[in-house]
């Protein structure tokens, strides 16, 4: 399973405001993907490891986590992000 991490196009960012937005304080947890997310980073620092590759991804950052990607969060700086599933 491979997460993907780029820069969004601005047609993409354009899209991505209008989608709910997460945020969550500086911590560490399990996550299972039990379907595709596409997310948009605006604050924040995180690293995600998986039992195939650690990622870091921040503000700025789309980032795409596949179905089925088991993996364990850890936010080193506070995060915001706009989401959405499917």
């Not at 605006?42 to 490891?49: A, D, K, Q, R, Y």
């Not at 195939?52 to 993996?71: H, M, S, W």
Request: proline residues 7%.
């Amino acid at each position: 399973m491979h997460v993907e991490v780029r820069k969004p196009t601005p047609k993409e960012t354009a899209e991505m405001e209008s989608w709910p937005i997460w945020s969550k304080e500086p911590s560490e947890f399990p996550w299972f993907y039990d379907e595709k997310e596409t997310c948009w980073i605006l604050e924040g620092e995180v690293t995600i490891t998986s039992d195939d590759e650690t990622v870091r991804f921040g503000a700025g950052d789309l980032v795409i986590f596949p179905q089925g990607l088991k993996c364990t969060w850890t936010i080193h700086r506070a995060a915001r992000k706009h989401y959405q599933f499917g």
